[in-house]
């Protein structure tokens, strides 16, 4: 493996202050697949640190008015806006995404999550309630609950970091968050702003390193008495393991198998343009892509050709080329788990309409070494096969019929998760009866990926525990209390 001269090396960052890691572990460029970055390689004795300097910073910020914690998240927005560039350039650099995307969706989005928290926390309102008959008025309050853990993914490593930071700060915790040890620079570079921005040292702590050390430390730390996590389903259980003997309350937002019913009656150039997008955008890593698309019989035919080549025309290649729909694939180890989806389809007996195995990729020279793999459609494949059932998470997808909409509601509850749906129909009788069948956190109909911050934003079975969004992440961060007073 080739490495460059010079790494960045980060550092964690405790109680307002950078400090060095006795170890580091590599991180890669997904584009070219040379180390480029160290990360600290942190276990229990950084974690306890950063708890130490967070509860130190609690009753300070939690006494703090919300207008002055909102002011202090609004300056972080601002400074991530002012900086949004070289913030993007580096999510795209480690994470394997494209400029565009880093540009347009992750870093205006990790702006927003502060501007939005800020505000929202604004507006939230608690409960009174009289029984005048005993002479008694309740109502109820709510309080930070203390040092909150936060545990993010790779595949939008600031968006999704600052998704849990910014509710949490709002509400008045602070917080010992990890980011994952593929994706840690933006949140290193967050850093920086927060001290620019005047967040308080010890309220906003991260501490960088992999799940099994530095994650399951900070999980299993008894004074962090909540966590907030998003990834894999089987880190959840792993999670919930660990955090049973102290009774943690627990955010978990996992992967998903998201289906999109496609009924005869749909606008198909709506469909189909949107359902590429929805399939393979960020090289289909994003929790809510759709990897299992199921058409009318009537229009199968014409949906299929029409869709493999729309998805033949989705470009991928070097993320720092704007021509480019989509980037490189987080790791080498993650390329081949997609690649043997598309292997153990064919080989049950599934037909690869294009992508892996059928296109070739036209990439510059300094990609060569990069975790490449264009946009896959493939069909024929059963629903009870792992690429039907299984979370793929990379540029791939199934396409297969079906003739009742009793059948199309069947299929896409067949499996364990419950993230995401989309739903394309123009009977809006239809589009109720389905949407409130259909076992998902999420229905979009007739369209994708539309996020109103102030909706709960969650899965159902394998997919999660809990919902996130404006007044459900403030109450996630609160504790309730029901106060009677008699007079
Ligand atoms: P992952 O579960 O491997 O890792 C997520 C985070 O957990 C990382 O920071 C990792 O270091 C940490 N971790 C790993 N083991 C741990 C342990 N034992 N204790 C504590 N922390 C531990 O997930 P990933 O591969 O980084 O992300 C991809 C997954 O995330 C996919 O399944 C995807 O669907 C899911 N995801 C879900 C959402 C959502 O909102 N529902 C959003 C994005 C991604």
Redesign the pocket.
């Known amino acids: 493996m080739a490495k460059p001269n010079s790494y960045v090396v980060l550092e964690n960052y405790i109680g307002g202050q950078f400090r060095s890691c006795r170890s580091h572990i590599d991180a890669y460029d997904p584009s070219t697949g040379e180390v480029y970055c160290r990360v600290p390689d942190s276990g229990a004795e950084e974690v306890e640190a950063a708890v130490a300097a967070a509860k130190e910073a609690f009753p300070a910020w939690s006494e703090r008015s919300p207008e002055q914690r909102a002011q202090v998240l609004n300056k972080l927005a601002d400074l991530i806006q002012a900086n949004l560039e070289d913030l993007a350039q580096a999510e795209s650099k480690d994470q394997g995404k494209t400029i565009t995307f880093a540009r347009t969706v992750d870093i205006p989005r990790a702006a927003y999550n502060f501007r939005f928290f800020a505000s929202s926390v604004l507006h939230q309102l608690s409960e009174c309630s009289q029984m005048d008959h005993l002479g008694c008025l309740n109502y109820t309050i709510r309080c930070p609950v203390g040092v909150a853990g936060l ?6 490593p600031l968006y ?1 970091l600052t998704w849990k930071i910014a509710p949490a700060i709002a509400a008045g915790n602070t917080v010992v968050a ?5 994706t840690s620079v933006t949140a290193w570079m967050l850093c920086k702003l927060m001290q620019q921005a005047g967040v308080p040292p010890g309220v906003v702590n991260i501490v960088f ?4 050390k ?3 430390a ?2 299993s730390h008894p004074e962090v008495p909540l966590i907030s ?8 259980r ?2 919930t393991e ?1 955090s049973a003997p102290y009774c943690k309350k627990l955010s978990l ?4 198998k998201n289906p999109a019913l496609v009924f005869a009656d749909a606008d198909l150039d709506q469909a189909i343009a949107t359902t590429v997008r929805s399939s393979f955008s960020n090289q289909g ?4 892509c759709t990897s299992r698309i199921y058409v009318e019989k009537s229009i199968y035919s014409e949906f299929l050709e029409r869709f493999v080549a729309a998805a033949k025309k989705w470009r991928t290649g070097d993320p720092s080329d704007e021509s480019n729909n989509n980037g490189a694939l ?1 790791s080498k180890e ?1 390329l081949e788990k997609v690649r043997s989806f598309v292997a153990l389809a064919k080989s049950e007996g599934g037909i690869v309409h294009c992508g892996e195995g059928v296109d070739k990729l036209d990439l510059p020279e300094r990609n060569a070494g990069g975790y490449f793999m264009p946009a896959t459609v493939i069909t024929g494949v059963s629903d009870s096969s792992r690429v039907m059932q299984e ?1 793929i ?1 990379g540029p791939v997808t199934c396409v297969s019929p079906f003739d009742t909409e009793d059948e199309a509601v069947s299929k896409a509850n067949g499996v364990r998760y419950g ?1 995401s749906a989309t739903v394309w129909s123009r009977d809006v009788a239809r589009v109720h009866r389905v949407a409130r069948r259909i076992q998902a956190g999420l229905v979009w109909t007739n369209c994708w990926m539309v996020r109103d911050l102030n909706l709960p ?3 159902m079975k394998s ?2 525990v809990g919902r ?1 969004g404006g007044r459900d992440s403030f109450h996630f961060f609160t504790e309730v209390k029901s106060i009677s007073i008699k007079h």
């Open positions: 545990i993010s993914p790779w595949n939008f999704l990890k980011p994952s040890e593929m390193g992999t799940g099994s530095a994650g399951s900070l999980v996590f998003t990834g894999s389903t089987a880190t959840a792993l999670i660990l937002e996992l992967g998903g890593e994003i929790c809510l987080i993650h979370e998470f993230l934003f969650g899965g997919s999660g996130e």
